[in-house]
């Protein structure tokens, strides 16, 4: 089955640094990748679509300055938060499609990455 | 109106039970369902997958899709304490569009 790997796990970080999360695709090529943000009892929220090549999109509310992504290739995305502050702490989550497929409805998850903010 | 309602719970059950999980939505023209589950502290995994209405099997589980009144379901027979986890729904209108997800129904299976 396809395998996203998603690193780190687990970040704790003090104020005002930045975090840098990635998602690889290990046994597929991605053409898009999603960056979700979920918090305790939630559902998923959708902060921005990158495709590989080309800037990612972002949901309406979310801040791109805040929030870097970058797809460099087919099996890789980063998603970086910049002067984290304790606000940004959550679960973050990436997923991706298969390009073999083309389609978005059949997503793989990444175990995601919890990020506490002091 | 959200697009896709589902009860977040928690839906408690003993071992052994049939569990029934379920959505609506109110966009018609979704095409795609699936259910996911999620383990707490994990991303989500893709259980069932359904195009349009009808039912899907896959071992214990079932999926079930009626368009006509917007509604799927998700069972599961034979409940496992390893079957605690939430449950997400979602629906897609296919192709590069985005999947819509519901909050998820946490479920517990007690011994």
């Known amino acids: 089955g396809a395998v996203v790997s998603q690193h780190p796990s687990w970040v704790i970080c003090k104020s005002g640094t930045s975090v840098k999360i990635e998602c690889r695709s290990l046994?597929?090529?991605?053409?898009?990748m999603f960056w979700y943000r979920q918090f305790p009892k939630q559902s998923l929220m959708l902060m921005a679509t990158s495709n590989e090549g080309s800037k990612a999109t972002y949901e309406q509310g979310v801040e791109k300055d805040k929030f870097l992504i970058n797809h460099a290739s087919l099996t890789l995305s980063t998603l970086t938060v910049t002067s984290a502050h304790p606000e940004d702490s959550s679960f973050y989550i990436c997923?991706?499609?298969?390009?073999?497929?083309?389609?978005?409805?059949?997503?793989?998850f990444g175990s995601g990455t919890q990020l506490s903010v002091l | 109106q959200k697009e896709v309602e589902q009860d977040p719970g928690p839906l408690s059950v003993p071992e052994g039970a049939i569990v029934s999980l379920n959505c609506t939505y109110s966009?018609?023209?979704?095409?795609?369902f699936m259910w996911y589950r999620q383990y707490s502290r994990k991303g989500p995994e893709l259980l069932m997958y359904?195009?349009?209405?009808g039912n899907k099997e896959d071992g214990r589980f079932t999926a079930q899709v009626d368009k006509s009144s917007k509604y799927i379901s998700l069972f599961i027979r034979d409940s496992q304490p390893s079957d605690s986890a939430t449950y997400l729904c979602?629906?897609?209108?296919?192709?590069?569009?985005?999947?819509?997800f519901g909050r998820g129904t946490s479920l517990i299976v007690h011994p």
């Open positions: 997923s991706a499609s298969d390009r073999g497929t083309g389609a978005n409805e059949k997503l793989f």
């Open positions: 966009n018609s023209a979704f095409q795609y």
């Open positions: 359904t195009y349009s209405s």
């Open positions: 979602a629906m897609s209108l296919g192709g590069s569009y985005i999947p819509t």
């Open positions: 046994d597929f090529q991605a053409t898009t």
